[in-house]
């Protein structure tokens, strides 16, 4: 089983990117790939720049990518109530190409952030919207205050509560597959 793992955010210091790799390590004899939003940055989506230069070459690279999963772990970040402007300039580019974004591939959907409610604003959005782009969202996790509850010096869930939860998610998941 092929992973392909990303957050929807530029930081260089990602915690949802951080939350991504942790999360798809946890799946049992995969193959994992993390991908970087800045590996795949573009100008800013118009219609006129898309009429200048067509498909943006490194949003086809993208789609090719998740074009190889059997699996997308997505971390969310989220910027005043919604997706990051990187992720949602890099979807847009995307969608001009190919409607079904994320290809009908399985889907672990999550979000984190510093505050209480760990993203579920963005994950909300995701969840309505996503899956008219393809995205099989077959389950949903938000981690909540991050520098609480995960220690970045070791990569991991460190409150156990949401370390149980996740793993249960990850179990189930290999399950269905």
């Known amino acids: 089983?092929?992973?392909?793992?990303?957050?929807?955010?530029?930081?260089?210091?990602?915690?949802?990117?951080?939350?991504?790799?942790?999360?798809?390590?946890?799946?049992?004899?995969?193959?994992?790939?993390?991908?970087?939003?800045?590996?795949?940055?573009?100008?800013l989506f118009s219609v006129d720049f898309e009429k200048e230069i067509g498909q943006a070459?490194?949003?086809?690279?993208?789609?090719?990518?998740?074009?190889?999963?059997?699996?997308?772990?997505?971390?969310?970040?989220?910027?005043?109530?919604?997706?990051?402007?990187?992720?949602?300039?890099?979807?847009?580019?995307?969608?001009?190409?190919?409607?079904?974004?994320?290809?009908?591939?399985?889907?672990l959907l999550m979000a984190t952030s510093p505050g209480e409610r760990g993203g579920k604003s963005v994950l909300e959005i995701a969840q309505s919207n996503l899956p008219r782009y393809g995205a099989d969202v077959k389950f949903v996790y938000s981690l909540p205050a991050f520098y609480k509850n995960f220690d970045v010096e070791n990569g991991q869930i460190s409150?156990?509560?949401f370390s149980d939860a996740i793993k249960n998610i990850v179990e189930n998941f290999q399950k269905a597959m």
Not at 3 to 10: L, M, T
Not at 24 to 40: G, K, M, P, R, T
Not at 68 to 83: F, H, K, P, T
């Open 1 to 43: 089983m092929k992973i392909i793992a990303f957050a929807g955010s530029n930081s260089q210091n990602s915690i949802n990117k951080k939350l991504a790799t942790h999360v798809s390590h946890l799946f049992e004899n995969a193959e994992v790939e993390i991908l970087d939003l800045n590996d795949y940055s573009i100008p």
């Open 57 to 107: 070459e490194k949003a086809v690279a993208f789609l090719s990518k998740l074009a190889s999963a059997d699996l997308i772990v997505l971390s969310l970040a989220e910027n005043n109530g919604n997706y990051s402007a990187a992720f949602k300039n890099l979807f847009d580019w995307c969608s001009r190409i190919q409607k079904d974004v994320f290809q009908n591939k399985p889907m």
């Open 159 to 161: 409150n156990p509560e």
